[in-house]
C-alpha cells in the first residue's frame, strides 16, 4: 500500500444526498433552457461537512491522495435510544447516493485527487452507533 489518510469525522451524518437536486429555469441566448442543480438543503449539508473534511485533508501530508484508490467508509448515525450499538442501518438514505456525495466533497477539499479513482471498496456500511459521525480512509493501491 501507499500513502494513506484516515480518521473520524464527529458530526450527525446528512440523510440528504446528490439526489437531491431541483430543476429551474435560465435564458441563455435569448431562449429559456431547462437545468438541474443542488437543492439548499444538499448545498446546507454540504456546508456543515466540510470544514470536518478540510481538518482531515489538513492533517496529512499525503493529501490528496493520487493514483488508484481504496476506501474504507464506516457512516454512524446516533442510536437515540432505539437501536442497537452497531446495527445496520437499512432505511434512506441509500448507501451509495451517500458516497457519491462524500467523495464529492471529500475530492473538492482535496482529500483525494479525483473520485473516479476509487477503484475498491473495502469496508463500507451504514450503522447505528454512538458516537455518531463518519470515519473514512483512503489509500493509494499498487494494482
Not at 30 to 48: N, T
Not at 94 to 102: A, H, Q, S, V, Y
Request: some cysteine.
Amino acid at each position: 500500500m501507499g500513502s494513506a489518510v484516515q480518521g473520524f469525522l464527529p458530526f450527525v451524518p446528512p440523510t440528504v444526498t446528490h439526489n437531491d437536486l431541483e430543476a429551474y429555469t435560465f435564458r441563455r441566448d435569448g431562449k429559456m433552457r431547462a437545468g438541474i442543480r443542488k437543492s439548499d438543503r444538499l448545498k446546507a449539508a454540504e456546508d456543515m461537512m466540510r470544514p470536518y473534511v478540510r481538518r482531515l485533508a489538513e492533517s496529512s501530508a499525503c493529501c490528496p491522495i493520487r493514483g488508484k484508490v481504496a476506501e474504507t467508509l464506516k457512516i454512524c448515525w446516533p442510536t437515540g435510544g432505539e437501536h442497537e450499538q452497531g446495527e445496520f442501518r437499512d432505511d434512506e438514505p441509500d448507501l451509495d447516493n451517500w458516497i457519491k456525495t462524500f467523495n464529492d466533497l471529500c475530492e473538492s477539499c482535496g482529500v483525494i485527487d479525483d473520485d473516479r479513482h476509487v477503484v475498491r471498496y473495502k469496508d463500507i456500511v451504514k450503522v447505528w452507533a454512538d458516537p455518531a459521525g463518519v470515519f473514512v480512509r483512503f489509500e493509494e493501491i499498487a494494482r
